[in-house]
């Protein structure tokens, strides 16, 4: 059980949060699963109170079989001896079952009413299928996940047509650390987390000849691993013994599917197979994806293991509250006293069926925590239909916390620290204080409120978030500052459309649907226009997933970024000069990889010699990194050493992820930081 202190919920009662994650298999259910003589051998769904099922299976609290979704399953006499008996590992083991009590597993064909295969027959038949080149979409304990043969360059590839995700990296499956180790580089802190009751999947630099399908991370030098965590994993992999591919079984934006039946009707056109189970998901979760940085964990995505622990609050908030995250990557979060629970990645709230599953979530969080939230906080922006499910809920609002203070504030909060701070906040972007969209910023921040010290040069976005997918037309928005640069551009519009060219550069003239940006994560994007990386991008990061690919471990020295300071004090980096030596260089044949290294210690260096600027006026030592692009594991890297170097502290997320999956959190802290003055005064 996990444990926290006592509080005082919205029934008035004081009462212990008991609502674990779902924890992997443990040593001895993973014992008896392979034990022949075992009444649990190659039992699928074996559990114990030490690992299994919780969080995604919990109808309400407090935890009992009969609040789960296990309720529908009747014990039988052994099972019911095992529960009943104190002495017994499953004593009160919320999902005790066995062969012939508990759930069972199925195996269908894609467009067929006709079931194949059952129990560990299912198993056979879909490791079967992946050695053929199959896709199996297999329904785990959090959603359904397509399946195929990492090793198989062609069943990769068709896995990727099917779904049309171009681009973004699958994850690999592997049987044992050993199997990790001869795939891809590991070291001892990055074998610890792969290993772990959590069991989330860990960015590994992949080796040269690990006979991994291109096309599984496609452009990258990393691959995310891990290991089974489920008894249903574990023989699959046995049975396969080969590395398999995954995905979230989901199509586009829309939620992550979990009923058997949503999955026959919206997966049909994909998978080839279905492997699935008849446990009811209560609650959707994915795994989780961290890399390994510096001394800790980066968290790409906190999900299955850590939701829904709770983080705690720097400040004990004295009223309840609902934080309603970023209108991308989107989480929630609700406090209560000194505890901030933040869920599991909810995604962009941009489709109907986005804020039903928004909805949904928070309902069930409520629901578990006995929160009744009193007030609301949310970011400066919210999108046409957040704001509709924002005025169902009818409560009292407080400020709202502008997007990059609540980066800061969500890093700063983690560390339980609650004084200024000089805050680096490197982002896609997020609405600013001045009405145009900020995303490279250097701010002095509290818990209360902040101040803009630095910036980058802000440039107009033709098309706004159509951009972000289009690299050319960043690096447009920056020629446009400078239009005698044409020629180190040259580059970045091979290949684009004739027609394109002039439409958008009327945009960019009469202002329209041109936001004007200052943003690190579109830098990224100008500079692999300009190289010649990538002109079109099929999600938003794969430009700067690249160019830190390229850009590898090589030493590099910094080209021109110039930094002028305004009248009134505000510092403003100069992106095009470095925009226009990368554009030269490239022209005069410099390696790729050493320019992309060039463009990631140009940024490093600059910023840190800014931060130090900024930390000497202010007297603020402490300095914290937030912002997706602090996903960078290259750049996060090289600023720390630097800041490390002025003898300044950084402060860099370790339980929360950089990006947008912290917003919450840190509006959270703000709020709460805002109402404990309030009662104050």
């Known amino acids: 059980m996990v444990r926290v202190p006592s509080r005082t919920g919205a029934s008035g009662n004081e009462y212990i949060v008991t609502v674990p994650p779902d924890l992997s298999l443990c040593s001895e259910c993973a014992r008896e699963l392979l034990d022949a003589s075992n009444r649990r051998f190659r039992y699928p769904f074996i559990t114990c109170k030490e690992c299994g099922p919780r969080f995604t299976i919990v109808r309400a609290m407090p935890l009992a079989r009969e609040r789960t979704s296990m309720g529908a399953f009747e014990q039988c006499h052994d099972c019911r001896y095992e529960f009943r008996d104190p002495d017994d590992r499953r004593h009160r083991a919320v999902a005790n079952s066995c062969l012939v009590c508990g759930p069972h597993l199925r195996y269908e064909l894609a467009g067929e009413k006709r079931t194949v295969a059952h129990g560990v027959e299912a198993i056979r038949y879909a490791a079967r299928d992946l050695m053929r080149g199959r896709i199996v979409a297999v329904r785990g304990l959090g959603g359904f996940e397509l399946a195929v043969d990492a090793m198989n360059e062609e069943a990769v590839q068709h896995l990727r047509d099917r779904k049309a995700r171009d681009a973004r990296p699958f994850t690999v499956m592997v049987r044992t650390v050993s199997d990790a180790r001869r795939l891809a580089e590991l070291w001892p802190e990055e074998e610890r987390y792969l290993s772990s009751r959590e069991r989330p999947a860990v960015l590994l630099a992949q080796r040269a000849e690990s ?76 795994d989780s994806l961290l890399q390994i940085v510096g001394d800790g964990p980066v968290f790409q995505r906190r999900a299955r293991g850590y939701v829904p622990l709770p983080t705690a609050l720097p400040v004990a908030t004295p009223r309840t509250i609902v934080a309603l995250g970023s209108q991308k990557g989107n989480t ?282 900024v930390a000497d006026r202010t007297g603020v030592a402490k300095i914290v990194l937030g912002g997706g692009v602090f996903q960078n594991a290259r750049l996060l890297t090289s600023i720390v050493r630097q800041l490390e170097a002025h003898v300044l502290e950084p402060l860099v997320p370790r339980q929360l992820p950089p990006n947008n999956g912290a917003v919450s959190y840190g509006q959270a802290t703000v709020a709460a930081a805002r109402l404990t003055r309030d009662v104050a005064v």
């Not at 041109?514 to 830098?523: A, Q």
């Open 332 to 613: 929630f979060t609700l406090a209560s006293d000194r505890s901030a629970y933040v869920s599991h990645p909810i995604g962009d709230l941009r489709n109907l069926e986005t804020v039903a599953y928004f909805q949904e979530s928070l309902e069930t969080f409520r629901r578990l925590f006995d929160i009744e939230p009193e007030v609301v906080v949310r970011d400066l922006y919210v999108g046409p239909l957040s704001a509709g499910a924002l005025g169902e809920m009818g409560l009292e609002t407080v400020s709202p916390v502008q997007h990059h203070h609540a980066h800061v504030a969500a890093v700063a909060g983690e560390h339980g620290y609650t004084e200024r701070v000089v805050g680096v906040a490197f982002d896609g972007g997020g609405a600013g204080a001045d009405g145009t969209m900020w995303g490279a910023e250097i701010l002095v921040a509290d818990l209360y409120e902040c101040e803009r010290r630095a910036t980058l040069r802000p440039a107009p976005l033709p098309g706004g978030e159509v951009a972000a997918r289009q690299p050319w037309r960043v690096a447009l928005g920056y020629l446009s500052l400078e239009p005698d640069a044409a020629r180190a551009f040259d580059f970045a519009f091979e290949g684009v459309d004739a027609s394109e060219l002039p439409l958008a550069q009327q945009q960019i003239d009469h202002g329209i649907d041109t936001p004007i940006v200052s943003s690190m994560g579109r830098l990224f994007d100008a500079a692999a226009a300009v190289l010649g990386v990538r002109r079109v991008s099929y999600h938003e990061a794969q430009a700067a997933m690249e160019l830190e690919a390229l850009a590898g471990s090589r030493g590099a020295e910094p080209l021109p970024f110039p930094v002028e300071e305004r009248e009134d004090g505000m510092l403003v980096i100069d992106p095009i000069p470095l925009l226009v030596a990368l554009g030269e260089r490239r022209a005069a044949g410099d390696d790729i990889g050493d320019l992309a290294a060039r463009f990631h210690q140009s940024i490093a260096s600059t910023w840190t010699e800014v931060v130090h600027q």
């Open 211 to 286: 006979g991994i399908a291109q096309a599984v991370a496609p452009g990258l030098a990393v691959v995310g691993m891990y290991l089974p965590g489920t008894a249903l994993q574990v023989l699959l992999m046995d049975f396969v013994k080969r590395p398999i591919a995954t995905t979230s079984g989901r199509l586009g934006d829309e939620p992550a599917v979990t009923s058997r039946a949503d999955a026959v009707r919206r997966l049909g056109s994909i998978a080839d197979r279905f492997l699935s189970h008849d446990l009811e998901i209560v609650t959707r979760c994915d």
